[in-house]
């Protein structure tokens, strides 16, 4: 595994010690690089002490996704036991805070160090044990309560990173922002991937809102865009937004060395819906993203604000607790 000097420094700044857990920490982070180049970009406009700790969230998740959607060879059944075994074993290392994993070790060292709590790991595994046995959703309110473990509590596990601007916000309060926003982000992914998801046997979209339009899956697996799928989706582009326009009012109030990596990330994704309009609601023959002059240009302004915020700031990063050392 190639280590860079951007890993390095990171670390190093983080405080980091230790070879298992720094080589823990690069692997999440060459995860994030691989598989998550949004998310990633928005990364390194956070202070570098605390990218490997973001890394990991990251790369957590990512080792899981691939348990349950790329273990190649293996049935739903036979996937949902290694799941399961995988989480129990997990949760037990989370509980005592130490673990041969090399992938949950450096998740560990994350948890210990910002007192993320245990309940938001166990919901999102509940989650991902539910792609393994749930197809479709009957309502809205049914795919939030899969989304609650999906994405809503990896906003809430990044909320003590990303901190306050100050004492006088209540951490409630950004935690709802959060909530909203892993919600939007989740959604956005939805309608991009259909026909990914449809490839997989799953319909995230809300069977309720297939009926409102006429829709159903057979339609859908076509994949020949008509004028009830494209109101279908336009339905739903505009429930995602109003989750972007509930989140969006969280940025100012997270420490300010945060805020430019939220607003890359929230414009970013809320534009991939701009993009599924612009294609005429095609979200069959290819999978839809920004364009790279346009990734380009807000990570450079948003680049340019995070340079402006850490000047003066000395950013801070909880030691690992002595009885996790």
């Not at 690069?26 to 928005?42: D, S």
């Not at 036991?81 to 041969?100: A, I, N, P, Q």
């Not at 809503?152 to 909530?179: F, K, N, S, T």
């Not at 989706?233 to 100012?252: K, M, N, S, V």
Request: negative net charge; glycine residues 6%.
């Amino acid at each position: 595994m190639r280590i860079t000097v951007a890993a390095t420094r990171e670390q190093d700044a983080a405080g980091i010690e230790g070879a298992a857990l720094r080589s823990s920490y690069t692997r999440c982070r060459a995860l994030a690089a691989e598989h998550g180049k949004t998310f990633h970009l928005a990364t390194l406009l956070l202070p570098a002490a605390k990218r490997p700790f973001v890394h990991a969230l990251y790369g957590f998740a990512r080792h899981v996704d691939d348990i349950v959607d790329v273990t190649p060879l293996l049935t739903d059944a036979e996937r949902a036991e290694r799941l399961t075994r995988w989480s129990e074993e997990f949760l037990l290392d989370l509980d005592w805070g130490e673990t041969s994993d090399p992938i949950s070790r450096a998740l560990l060292d994350t948890v210990a160090r910002w007192s993320i709590p245990h309940s938001y790991f166990a919901d999102f595994l509940d989650s991902m044990r539910m792609d393994l046995t749930i197809r479709s959703y009957p309502t809205y309110d049914d795919l939030r309560t899969y989304m609650w473990g999906s994405a809503a509590v990896i906003g809430l596990q990044m909320v003590p990173l990303l901190g306050r601007r100050d004492e006088d916000v209540r951490w409630d309060v950004i935690e709802a922002h959060a909530i909203d926003l892993g919600l939007a982000f989740q959604m956005t992914n939805f309608l991009r991937d259909v026909a990914e998801d449809l490839r997989r046997g799953r319909i995230y979209l809300p069977q309720e809102t297939l009926d409102m339009f006429g829709v159903d899956a057979d339609r859908l697996r076509r994949g020949v865009v008509d004028e009830s799928i494209r109101n279908l989706l336009a339905f739903e582009i505009e429930r995602t937004r109003g989750l972007y326009a509930a989140a969006a009012p969280g940025i100012e109030l997270v420490h300010p060395t945060s805020q430019d990596c939220l607003r890359a990330a929230l414009t970013l994704y809320s534009e991939i819906l701009a993009e599924i309009e612009q294609a005429d609601y095609d979200v069959f023959s290819t999978r839809l993203r920004v364009g790279q002059r346009r990734r380009a240009t807000v990570g450079l302004n948003a680049l340019r604000g995070a340079v402006r915020a850490r000047r003066g700031t000395q950013t801070s990063v909880p030691p690992l607790p002595t009885a996790s050392r």
